[in-house]
C-alpha cells in the first residue's frame, strides 16, 4: 500500500478527528492542534511533541485517578472487595495510564536519538490511540463487564506500533 505524504497526513488527521469526536482522550484535541499548525519538513519534531503531550497527559491522568481511587482504598468492601472485577479493571486502566505514558515517552525519545529525519507517523498515532483506548476500556468493563470484549482495540493499536517501529529499524 504506498501512500503518500499527503495521504498520510490526511489519515492522520482525520483519525484525530475521529478520535476527538468520540471523546476516548483528552490528548486527541491536542495532537490535532500540533498537526494542524504543522509546517513542511517539521515531521520529525511534530512526532516527538505528539508523543511527549501524550505520555504528559497520561501522567497526570494517571495521577489524577489513582487520586480518586486511594481516596476509597482503605474500604475493603468497596465495590465489592479487594479482588471483585470492577475493582481490578479500575486498577488496570490507573495503572495502564503511567504504563502506555512510558511507552509514548520512549518512541518519542528513540526518535530524537536515532536521528530519523522521517519518523513514522503511524506507530506514533498507533500509541496514542493506544494510551486513550486502555483506560478507557478498564473503565467501561469495569461498569459492564461484557465490554471487556473490546480489549482487542488498545492491544492491536499497542501491538501494531511496536510491530511497525520494529519493522521500520529492521528494513532501513
Not at 499527503?6 to 495532537?31: D, I, W
Not at 501524550?54 to 479482588?83: P, T
Not at 522521517?118 to 459492564?144: D, T
Request: aromatic fraction near 12%.
Amino acid at each position: 500500500m504506498d501512500m503518500t505524504n499527503g495521504t498520510v497526513k490526511q489519515a492522520v488527521t482525520k483519525f484525530l478527528r475521529f478520535l476527538a469526536r468520540q471523546s476516548l482522550g483528552v490528548m486527541c484535541p491536542v495532537a490535532y492542534r500540533i498537526l494542524r499548525y504543522r509546517a513542511p519538513g517539521k515531521e520529525r519534531r511534530i512526532v516527538i511533541e505528539l508523543n511527549v503531550w501524550a505520555a504528559w497527559i497520561g501522567i497526570a491522568l494517571g495521577l489524577v485517578s489513582g487520586s480518586i481511587q486511594g481516596l476509597f482504598f482503605a474500604r475493603e468492601d468497596w465495590l465489592g472487595g479487594y479482588a471483585s472485577w470492577p475493582r481490578r479493571m479500575l486498577r488496570l486502566g490507573h495503572i495502564s495510564f503511567f504504563g502506555i505514558a512510558f511507552l509514548n515517552l520512549a518512541y518519542a525519545n528513540a526518535i530524537y536519538l536515532l536521528g530519523d529525519a522521517r519518523p513514522a507517523v503511524l506507530p506514533s498515532v498507533l500509541l496514542i490511540a493506544g494510551a486513550a483506548l486502555m483506560p478507557a476500556v478498564c473503565y467501561l468493563a469495569a461498569w459492564r463487564k461484557g465490554l471487556r470484549h473490546l480489549f482487542f482495540l488498545p492491544v492491536l493499536s499497542l501491538l501494531g506500533a511496536a510491530s511497525l517501529f520494529i519493522s521500520g529499524g529492521l528494513l532501513s
